[in-house]
Structures are given as C-alpha cells and as structure tokens.
C-alpha cells in the first residue's frame, strides 16, 4: 500500500507565497511519475506541475515562473514552492504518485490540502 500526506496549504494573501508538501509511504520503489494536481468545486482536477521521465518538468502554463516542484532524492517527500499566489489559485491541491506495482500502473492520491489566496 502506498499512502501521501500533503500538508503547508492555508490562507494568504495575493502576492505571497506557500509551499506544500507530500509524505510517501509505503511500495514507492518503482515511480513512474509524480506531480501536483488542483481542483476547484465544478471543475475538473487539473496538472499544477509534474516530475516526468528523466527527472524533466512539466508546468501547467498558468504557474510557470512562479511554481516550482522539487523533490528529495529518495523521492518519499515532494514539495511545491508557490510564489506570487494569485487568487485564482485559490483550489485545493493533491499529490499524485504513479507506480508499477503488480505489472500495472497505479494512480495513489494523497487528501489534499486547500489553498486560499484573497485579494
């Protein structure tokens, strides 16, 4: 079983910054990728930023140059630096692992964290 704790959402105003964090636990040793994800109420979840093969990034184009994912090199703690928060990054924020496990790939989300920046 594999289990991600996000945790460092909260309230802020417009202009600050946050920076979030992803326990993993458990069978993480076969990572396809892993990344942040967002969703607000009525829309669909969608890619904040994302390690990819090689250790390369992908960022949503509305956060780029203001978010930065990072990670440790065990790969069991993932962060998300957010500078410059705008209000419509106001959503609550999942971590997402994608793992071979069992021949297959496996979708494991963490609980989410909510983030609220007022203007």
């Known amino acids: 079983q594999v289990q991600l704790v996000e945790s460092g959402g909260g309230l802020v105003q417009a202009g600050g910054s946050l920076t979030l964090s992803c326990a993993a636990a458990?069978?993480?040793?076969?990572?396809?990728?892993m990344g942040w994800y967002r969703q607000v109420p009525g829309k669909s979840r969608e890619l904040v930023a994302r390690f990819v093969s090689g250790g390369n990034t992908n960022y949503a184009d509305s956060v780029k140059g203001r978010f930065t994912i990072s990670r440790t090199s065990a790969k069991n703690m993932m962060y998300l630096q957010m500078n410059s928060l705008k209000p419509e990054d106001t959503a609550v924020y999942y971590c997402?692992?994608?793992?071979?496990?069992?021949?297959?790939?496996?979708?494991?989300w963490g609980q989410g964290t909510q983030v609220t920046v007022s203007s």
């Open positions: 458990g069978n993480i040793l076969s990572i396809n990728d």
């Open positions: 997402n692992y994608d793992l071979w496990i069992g021949g297959g790939l496996n979708d494991y």
